[in-house]
């Protein structure tokens, strides 16, 4: 949704806020519209919303990184200096972790970067398959006053975090045991460890230890961003974990849409936890090449621990409201009478993405599908459909949250998949709410007051500009009311092009 004309553009790297100014970091292809050339691009704001960017802060040019500067974080040091931890393929195609420091650390736009004569600073261990072994998290420091930093490696086919410790930055010993590993999964790309309050939505930096606090690991794998919840001993950094990675009927994901390689950082001027994720497209390499781009970032989210402690909750940065003047930020609270009549669903275990593509947005229901029709042309040839059915399993109630693509464009060879989403609905409180952020090929939306996130990327022929139309609907038999509807148009956020370009090479 923040949309940023830029050749490629994948991962958000070292997200950090430091003396007034956020910062984002982000994987980017200086010369073409796919992915290569791995350079760390840099743009600054001071609202998250409007952004200028600065020069490429980190270039392939060292023989510890000549072969790309990938994914990695930003730490701010107990000295308040922030330092950036990276991983370089070099000459051998191994990665290996890299340092860099701001050349002038009371610049706090924080426009050029120097890479330390000591990089690489960790080589792949044994054990560790040399070209799986990437995207250091940010630190944190333990009980005994040492950094750790883990890093997401793949051992023996699976994906593991290798645990690394340092007193200075600069010399990392690695642990004897990672600080978690899963036999189910293969390699952990951008991993992200970090602390969550049991009660309230505030944000932790993640050096914060103590009572009431539960640690969240995310990994990315299988094209999706997973997490899992544990108690987290900064003693014996052991990571107690309540589920393993695809141990559960139902694993935990950031976002059951389009969202990979997402980076959290602590806010520390509203102490609150960001998280950045890539939102990559859904048409085809010539596409992107004509139109000379690809990749957008997700509108920034708060994320914290849900009431219950089951799960995160998401919802877009509070600053977004500025933007807010009348019809693409879009709030609906559907009022729902009657459960104990809604559809029984048998098997607990099913698919929630099975099930939305097998109950898509015109097949009528009991409960449902009610929820809002975006991207809409005028005939309806083209539409987005972003809604609910309520089910009923033994004695609770289960909400599927769809975001069905199958007709959101007229054009052949864009992805048109259906996505899907269990949330748990409480009986007691029989309303349910949805969220839905539209621009132009994206639609973010978070259910339930952000208990569930779907991001989705359509490309409408017809439904654009004044020919985009909004519709709540219910094609359910059940009668709905809508207790509370508003919707906004966004103004335009600002995205000022840096001045200073590299030259493309033209062989
Ligand atoms: N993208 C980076 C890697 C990371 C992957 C390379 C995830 O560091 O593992 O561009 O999208």
Redesign the pocket.
């Known amino acids: 949704m923040v949309k940023w004309l830029l050749l490629e553009f994948?991962?958000p790297n070292g997200p950090v806020y430091y003396k007034g100014v956020y910062h984002l970091f982000y994987?980017y292809n200086p010369y073409g519209a796919l992915?290569g050339n791995?350079s760390w691009g840099h743009a600054i704001s001071y609202d998250l919303i409007n952004w200028v960017h600065l020069d490429i802060a980190l270039i392939e040019n060292e023989p510890y990184d000549i072969n790309?500067c990938?994914?990695g974080s930003t730490t701010i040091l107990q000295n308040g200096e922030p330092v950036i931890m990276y991983?370089g393929v070099d000459t051998e195609s191994h990665q290996v972790q890299n340092l860099a420091f701001p050349k002038n650390k009371s610049d706090p736009l924080l426009n050029e970067w120097v890479k330390p004569s000591i990089n690489p600073v960790v080589s792949p261990p044994d054990g560790v398959e040399p070209s799986q072994f990437?995207?250091p998290t940010t630190a944190w420091m333990g009980a005994d006053g040492e950094w750790r930093v883990a890093i997401?490696s793949q051992r023996d086919g699976h994906g593991s975090a290798t645990l690394y410790k340092s007193k200075d930055f600069r010399t990392w010993i690695k642990s004897p045991n990672p600080l978690h590993s899963s036999n189910k999964t293969t390699m952990w790309?951008?991993p992200d460890f970090y602390p969550v309050l049991v009660n309230g939505k505030n944000g932790l930096d993640t050096s914060v230890q103590g009572k009431d606090i539960r640690h969240v690991l995310k990994a990315?794998f299988n094209d999706h961003d997973y997490y899992i919840l544990g108690n987290y001993d900064p003693e014996s950094d052991h990571y107690d974990v309540d589920v393993n990675f695809l141990d559960s009927k139902r694993s935990l994901r950031y976002d059951y849409g389009r969202f990979?390689?997402s980076k959290s950082f602590y806010d520390s001027e509203k102490k609150r936890r960001i998280l950045w994720s890539?939102v990559n497209e859904g048409d085809t390499d010539l596409d992107a090449i004509n139109k000379g781009w690809s990749g957008l970032q997700s509108i920034p989210r708060s994320i914290w621990l849900s009431e219950n402690g089951d799960q995160l909750v998401q919802w877009p940065v509070e600053e977004l409201e500025k933007l807010r003047a009348q019809e693409a930020d879009v709030e609906i609270t559907f009022g729902l009478s009657n459960l104990k009549d809604a559809e029984v669903l048998s098997d607990e275990v099913v698919d929630p993405q099975m099930l939305c593509t097998q109950k898509n947005a015109s097949m009528s229901g009991k409960f449902g599908p009610f929820g809002l029709l975006v991207l809409a042309s005028e005939d309806l040839t083209e539409f987005t459909a972003v809604f609910f059915r309520v089910f009923r399993i033994a004695n609770s109630f289960r909400v599927l949250m769809c975001a069905d693509q199958s007709r959101s464009s007229i054009r052949p060879k864009v992805d048109k998949s259906i996505y899907g989403a269990f949330i748990a609905l409480d009986p007691h409180d029989a309303k349910i709410s949805l969220r839905t952020l539209i621009d132009h090929s994206i639609v973010e939306s978070f259910g339930a007051k952000g208990l569930a996130c779907i991001t989705a990327r359509v490309y409408p022929e017809k439904a654009i500009g004044e020919q985009a139309h909004l519709y709540a609907f219910n094609n359910g038999t059940q009668t709905l009311s809508i207790s509370s509807l508003s919707a906004w148009s966004m103004k335009k956020a600002q995205i000022v092009p840096t001045r200073k370009r590299r030259k493309p090479i033209i062989n």
Do not use: K, L, N, V
């Open positions: 994948t991962d994987q992915w791995m790309g990938f994914s991983t990437r995207d997401g790309e951008c990315s990979y390689a890539w």
